[in-house]
């Protein structure tokens, strides 16, 4: 079946950029997704890509996606206190396939001063 | 407008009892999700329903779980004879339709059983 693999902690010094990788397995995929979780709430999405583009950006985020090597990126650029939290990578299989989505363990990030 | 809500927010129940969670999508949303999420874990995916009828359950984990939207809006995913292991965060999501689009998730119900 799909899995989707992440490291599970990043620190990085605020202003820094933060770069959090993803790998999944499912060559069928057609989107890919990064949703942010702070403590005690839900899933807030970020941004997608679609699997026939190989770059993404949106204001500070950057999302990178080797098709190829099934790797998925996630950069914050000028990274801030505030965007401490656990980031979820998800995949969508193939149309026919479902529509549900398969996501990675989560990256803990931790902005420090 | 208003987001996807779930309630109650958190529910503690003993071990064999029934529970009920709900969950109000966006409002025009035709597809719902329901997830999973224990401790430490991403989501897991449970049920879609495309309007009125489930399209995938491929992912309730036995038949104690059960999930239904009557009226293709409001959902109530229903747990009978609750275990230990089935305490987590059920998660729901709604999507404008199912194919490509990004579902947008609510705060989930957190769900204890002692």
């Known amino acids: 079946g799909e899995d989707v693999e992440q490291s599970l902690f990043l620190s990085v010094r605020e202003g820094d950029s933060s770069v959090i990788n993803c790998t999944y397995t499912?060559?069928?995929?057609?989107?890919l997704y990064w949703y942010k979780q702070e403590p005690g709430a839900g899933l807030q999405l970020l941004t997608y890509?679609?699997?026939?583009?190989d770059m993404k950006q949106d204001q500070r985020l950057t999302v990178l996606l080797n098709k190829k090597d099934k790797h998925l990126s996630l950069r914050i650029a000028d990274t801030q206190t505030g965007d401490s939290a656990i980031y979820f990578c998800?995949?969508?299989?193939?149309?026919?396939?479902?529509?549900?989505?398969?996501f990675g363990t989560g990256t803990q990030l931790k902005v420090e001063l | 407008g208003a987001g996807v809500s779930q309630t109650p927010s958190n529910k503690v129940t003993e071990k064999g009892k029934y529970v009920e969670l709900r969950c109000d999508p966006i409002?025009?949303?035709?597809?719902l999700y329901w997830y999973r999420q224990s401790l430490g874990q991403g989501p897991e995916f449970l049920i879609y329903f495309q309007g009125t009828g489930a399209a995938d359950d491929s992912g309730l984990p036995n038949d104690r779980f059960f999930a239904v939207r009557p009226e293709g809006s409001v959902s109530t995913l229903k747990i009978q004879r609750t275990e230990r292991g089935d305490s987590a965060v059920y998660l729901c999501?709604?999507?404008?339709?199912?194919?490509?689009?990004?579902?947008?998730f609510g705060p989930g119900t957190r769900l204890t059983v002692l």
């Open positions: 999501a709604s999507s404008p339709k199912a194919l490509g689009d990004t579902q947008y």
């Open positions: 499912d060559s069928s995929s057609t989107y």
């Open positions: 890509i679609f699997s026939n583009m």
């Open positions: 998800a995949e969508k299989g193939a149309p026919g396939g479902g529509n549900k989505l398969t």
């Open positions: 409002s025009g949303h035709t597809a």
